[in-house]
């Protein structure tokens, strides 16, 4: 069973920057598909970016090019560093898992079985 916790999140003014952690634990980060997620005010939960073990990444158009996800197996711990944020990036982030074997099924829309208890980013 894999546990998730967040940190990093808080608030910034548009056009600046935030790194968000996600420890993993319980499992190593073998054959999993990660991500985050993020739900505004007022808004669906969305899926931002995704990666997989083998290091493939997945990003929504709405984030591309601004944020960058990674993972670090040596700390079992996944980043994700927000740049140019802008008000409508305001949400709870998420960091969400799967166990997925091959990366093909790995996108920024999967449905995660492990979710994170989330942290909050507020862009003005």
């Known amino acids: 069973h894999v546990q998730l916790v967040e940190s990093g999140g808080g608030a910034v003014q548009a056009g600046g920057s935030l790194r968000l952690s996600c420890r993993v634990s319980?499992?190593?980060?073998?054959?999993?598909?990660f991500g985050w997620f993020r739900q505004g005010p007022g808004k669906a939960r969305e899926g931002v970016v995704s990666?997989?073990?083998?290091?493939?990444?997945d990003y929504s158009d709405s984030v591309k090019g601004r944020f960058t996800i990674s993972q670090d197996k040596s700390k079992n711990t996944l980043y994700l560093e927000m740049t140019s944020l802008r008000p409508e990036d305001t949400a709870t982030y998420y960091c969400?898992?799967?166990?997925?074997?091959?990366?093909?099924?790995?996108?920024?829309?999967?449905?995660?079985?492990?979710w994170g208890q989330g942290t909050q980013v507020t862009v003005s």
């Open positions: 969400a898992a799967r166990r997925a074997p091959y990366a093909s099924t790995c996108t920024h829309r999967f449905a995660p079985d492990y």
């Open positions: 319980g499992d190593t980060i073998r054959a999993y598909c």
């Open positions: 990666i997989h073990s083998d290091y493939t990444t």
